[in-house]
Structures are given as structure tokens and as C-alpha cells.
């Protein structure tokens, strides 16, 4: 009886001893409301610059891609294209005997339309290239019609909503011809009312090219007889659009505009907005954004201007363009960025 009292007695120690361990373990050993202090350490990486980009003192047409990362030029011959990250440089490469005629950024990514021209017995044939500086690629797109040898591609507009490219070409004279080129490499001449044309564009959304008549100082929109009359306006000057298909156009006197129109190409003009200026403005010196927004640039001053805020952006040295987002100069033989933000 003692025997057996005994044993009573050390399995309710042992099983004592043992509940007592799994209330700790459960309770403090393992508890999920035990308090654990951590501390996150976070690794700072410093804001990688830009490189130093040198631009030769002979380099021409100087221009950067849409967001500012490239930077192209003609050197001699040679179009050069340099990643303003990295300082890396790339010759855009060609067949013997073609030159470059004209090239241009796209509006939305880091690729440049390139017209070719290789002269033979008194012509020239154009060739419309792209080069795609992400990849260092560059294809063929279309070959224009052979031309005289003093023909040159004085602009090329495009838009990536409608897949449509238009090509000015200049002739002897400055007799103007304008070739559209579709989504399917189709290409056609297009029926203007003007033999010398100047500036031209082109809407985001509608396929339609927008050019200025030289002789008569005309506006006209392609599918459209009549030019754009604006009351009052005796010299318009196509300024450009934007994103929405809004339209701007100059009044221009002695090369300067003090006023811009605005409005939609199948809107009454006599409805059209206006802004003033408040002073007499380059023509050239006037930069319309796709999202609306009008800069203005004063080389002398080293300072771009929002239109309607008035706020005020300086650079260094001598303007090349507005991108997204900055203003490229060239200071002290290279290219500097300042911010529009």
C-alpha cells in the first residue's frame, strides 16, 4: 500500500513538472505577444549623377530625346549619339556615299527618325531610317523619290497615336513636296495648296498635317479648302499643338508675336482663346508642350517662362531645347540640364 502510494506521488510530481514547462513554453518561451524590438537598417545609395558630356566646339544640330537621356550631333559626317548616364558614345553608322539630310527625336521614346540622302549623276535618293538608341539599332523604313541633287529633308512630323509619319522635302527653288508614310510602310504624296511651304505639324489624335503657306501667308489643314481666318490676324504663324489636339497659332509681326490663338480645327476661329503676351516674342523662341503648356526662352537672359504662371526657370550658357521635365544647354562645352519642376 505504501508501494503504491508512493508511486501515486511521483507521477503527480512528474506530471507537475511537466505542465509547469509547457505553461512556460507556451506562455513566455513562444508567446506571440511577447514584445521583440527590431530596427530596419536601410542602406542609403547616393543619387548617381549625370555624366560629364563634352560637346565639340564644331558639333552640329544638337538636340536630346524626349526625357533628356541622349544626346545626338552631327561631327563632320558622323552622327554621334551619347547616353548622358553613362558618357557612353555611338556613331550611328551608314553606307558609303549616303549622308545624313535631316533626323529628329520621337515624342515619347528614345528613338530619332533619320533621312539618308546618297546622291548619284546629278539626283539624290532619300532613304527614311530609325535608330533606336536603347538598343543601338537602326532599319530601314521606306525609300522616297529620287529628287535634284540640291533637294535636303527640311522636316519630319510624327505621331504615335496615329502611326503616321509626314516628310517635307525642299527642291531647288524651295518648291516643297510632302510625303506620308502609314502604320504599313505605304507611302503617298500629299495634294497641298501651297508649292512653298514653311513650318508644318501634325495632330496627336486625327490624322491631319497642318502647314503654312509662304506666298500668301495661309494656314491650311490637309481634307480642309479654306485656310484658318482668325479675325484680325493678317500673318498667321503656326506656333504648334499638343496631346488634345489643340492648335496654336501666332500673329506675327516684323519675325515677333505678342498674341497666340488657340482652339480646335473644327471649331469656329471666331471662338478661338487667346493669350497675351505682354511683349513681342522670337517666334522661335516659343515652345508648345503636349500638355499645353507654352514656355518661352530668353537666350540673353538664360531663362525660360512658363506662360500664364509666370514662373521662372534659369539655365547656363546657350538653350538647345526644352525636354521632359528640363532645359538642355550647352555651358563651357557641355551639356547641362536644368530642372522645370
Avoid at 552622327?79 to 520621337?106: A, C, I, M, P, Q
Wanted: charged letters at 30%; aromatic letters at 10%; hydrophobic letters at 35%.
Amino acid at each position: 500500500m505504501k508501494v503504491f502510494k508512493r508511486i501515486i506521488v511521483w507521477v503527480a510530481v512528474s506530471l507537475a513538472i511537466q505542465f509547469a514547462g509547457l505553461f512556460y513554453i507556451n506562455n513566455y518561451f513562444l508567446s506571440s505577444q511577447t514584445e521583440i524590438k527590431t530596427k530596419k537598417v536601410l542602406k542609403s545609395e547616393p543619387k548617381k549623377e549625370d555624366a560629364v558630356i563634352k560637346i565639340p566646339q564644331d558639333a552640329k544640330n544638337v538636340s536630346v530625346s524626349f526625357d533628356g537621356k541622349y544626346l545626338a550631333y552631327y561631327q563632320g559626317d558622323i552622327l554621334k549619339v551619347v547616353d548622358s548616364k553613362t558618357g557612353d558614345e555611338k556613331n550611328v553608322e551608314f553606307k558609303d556615299g549616303v549622308k545624313v539630310s535631316f533626323y529628329k527625336w520621337l515624342k515619347d521614346r528614345n528613338r530619332m527618325l533619320i533621312a539618308e540622302k546618297e546622291d548619284s549623276n546629278g539626283s539624290s535618293k532619300f532613304n527614311l531610317s530609325y535608330y533606336e538608341a536603347d538598343k543601338d539599332i537602326k532599319e530601314d523604313i521606306k525609300e522616297l523619290d529620287w529628287s535634284d541633287k540640291n533637294a535636303q529633308i527640311d522636316d519630319i512630323q510624327e505621331s504615335p497615336f496615329t502611326n503616321v509619319i509626314y516628310v517635307k522635302m525642299e527642291s531647288k527653288g524651295r518648291r516643297t513636296n510632302i510625303y506620308r508614310i502609314n502604320i504599313m510602310n505605304d507611302m503617298q504624296k500629299i495634294s497641298t495648296r501651297s508649292y512653298i511651304i514653311g513650318k508644318i505639324g501634325i495632330l496627336s489624335l486625327d490624322d491631319k498635317l497642318i502647314y503654312g503657306d509662304d506666298i500668301y501667308h495661309n494656314i491650311y489643314v490637309t481634307g480642309r479648302e479654306n485656310p484658318i481666318t482668325i479675325k484680325g490676324v493678317k500673318n498667321p504663324t503656326w506656333i504648334g499643338s499638343d496631346e488634345n489636339d489643340k492648335i496654336y497659332i501666332g500673329d506675327e509681326e516684323n519675325g515677333k508675336i505678342s498674341n497666340i490663338y488657340y482652339g480646335n480645327i473644327n471649331t469656329d476661329e471666331n471662338n478661338y482663346g487667346n493669350i497675351n503676351l505682354n511683349q513681342s516674342v522670337d517666334k522661335d523662341d516659343i515652345f508648345v508642350m503636349p500638355s499645353g503648356k507654352i514656355y518661352i526662352n530668353d537666350n540673353l537672359k538664360g531663362v525660360v517662362t512658363e506662360v500664364g504662371t509666370g514662373k521662372q526657370y534659369t539655365y547656363k550658357g546657350n538653350f538647345i531645347q526644352i525636354f521632359e521635365g528640363g532645359i538642355a544647354s550647352i555651358s563651357n562645352g557641355q551639356l547641362e540640364k536644368a530642372s522645370l519642376n
